[in-house]
Every structure is written in C-alpha cells, then in structure tokens.
C-alpha cells in the first residue's frame, strides 16, 4: 500500500507543478486553490507512504516522479522540447525509481 500512496503522492506533485504554471498565466483562487490541493495531497500521500518505507527511497522516488513527470506534461501540454537526449534523461530518471522500487 505505500507504494501506491508514493505513487499516488508523485501524481499530485505533478498536478501541483502544473498548477504552478497554470497560476502564472491565471492569477485567480481557483488557480491558487488546485495548487493547494496538488501539493497538499503530495505530502500527505508522501507522509504516509514513509511510515513503511525508508526517507531516502520516498524522497528519492517522489521527487523522480515529479520532475519526470512535470517534464514529461510540459512536452505534452505546453510545447517544451522534445529533443531525444531530453527524453533519454527522463526514461533514466525513470528508471532509477524503479530500480529503487526493485531494491527496496
């Protein structure tokens, strides 16, 4: 189950990250509001997936989480580079999240 809430916390960190750009092109409170809610539900979904995992695996996975997956939405969302060495370095990003996955 903490894996999941990792997961789970590292999706709300994308959200949160999204909200960020979002609230610099609309500044409103529902914009202020999401953002809240992303990073909120990001730490409370990270605190309790560290009452069972080790800080350093947590930390280190939740963070890869959002920053690929704030790369991988600003590619997709709002026309960032999508140059191959980019992607390259997020599949490797990736991959040693799972390969903390796999050793934890």
Do not use: C, D
Not at 17 to 35: A, D, F, G, P, Y
Not at 49 to 74: D, E, F, N, Q
Not at 97 to 103: M, N, P, Q, R, T
């Amino acid at each position: 189950m903490a894996w999941i809430s990792l997961i789970v916390a590292g999706v709300f960190e994308m959200f949160g990250v999204t909200m960020i750009n979002k609230l610099h092109k609309e500044r409103n409170w529902q914009s202020l509001s999401l953002l809240f809610l992303g990073f909120g539900g990001s730490f409370l979904f990270l605190a309790y997936a560290m009452k069972t995992l080790p800080m350093g695996t947590a930390y280190a996975i939740w963070t890869g989480i959002g920053a690929s997956g704030g790369a991988i939405l600003g590619m997709l969302l709002y026309g960032e580079s999508k140059v191959w060495k980019r992607i390259v370095f997020i599949a490797m990003v990736l991959s040693a999240a799972i390969g903390l996955k796999l050793i934890s």
